[in-house]
């Protein structure tokens, strides 16, 4: 027998509170980190081998962005919890795939959890685990893997447009977890194009017999999705009403509309749910009326062939004393009988819009 995969929480299971240990699939990643430090009138942006490396920017005085790929390197992160004094149950926490969206707050500095999704070259839902640390003057972002969603951040913190030179660390949180949301939007519209094909599907005159199975993924793609998304409601309006020194009011009102968006994706969330579920009960409903369908051609029949079976079988006894047997056109007028019935049923049914 070939070995199996411990799940999360088998791999936590008897551990000390706040042990570091990676509980997704992204083994093999490898760690990628890079620093983008920057004020209004200039920037930096460094690769770095070695986490170490970036410590010395996080003590400069412009904010600075260190965006590290490949939360399996525990390693790393107990390292960078030790640099900044981070709480074991956040390094902890950046490293369970588990963990819903969360915020937590300490005296110097934020943590937020979040999850991005996305559909991979197969058309699959996937869904990454970030975590951001802020803190005066810093981000911290933690990835699974290599690939997201803040090319644009990067390209606005090199050109200098937009607000994110301008602002503090803070503003930068909005504007990376205002990506993961908009990116949030494209999933959305991806996946109500999905359930419109669903739907095209089952209304053909000979649905796919896979649809069943595709309306199930889906229905799991949605609960999914809506696992991730929903908490994140709350993450939202508490850094948007928090009175923390590292939130300062201009950042706030971003934060609103932040929040907005996000009750506006899971409204569309809803909405999908409630069609996806609809469409299962429109299937089944279909599914009953074709057998219907068959069941009242069927109950026609034989309620045509029934009369018919029964003289058949009054003529058909062993009896002598049947007077038409001994008739010359008794063959021929029973025939008659049995035709003008078969075709007066017909009417009748007809007449009845049964047929």
Known sequence: MGETTPSAAAKQQGLVPGTVI???????????????????????????????EA???????PVTWVNINGINHTEAIEKIGKHYDLHPLILEDIANTQQ???IDEYENYLFVVLKMLYFDKDEKLAIEHISFVVGKGYVISFQEADGDVFDAIRNRIRTGKGRVRTMGADYLLYALMDAVVDNYFNLIETMGEKIEELEDDLFEEKPNDNITYDIQSQKREILKIRRAVFPLREVVNRIEKMEHPLIHEKTQFYLRDLYDHIIQVSESIDIYREMIWGLMDMYMTTISNKMNEVMKVLTIIASIFIPLTFLAGIYGMNFENIPELKFKYGYYILWGVMIITFFSLLYYFKRKKWL
Do not use: C
């Open 55 to 61: 410590f010395r920017y996080a003590e400069s005085e």
């Open 22 to 52: 990676y509980t997704g699939d992204k083994t093999s990643s490898d760690l990628y980190i890079e620093v983008f430090d920057y004020n209004k009138d200039s920037f930096e942006e460094k690769e770095l081998n070695d986490i170490e």
């Open 100 to 102: 819903r969206p969360k």
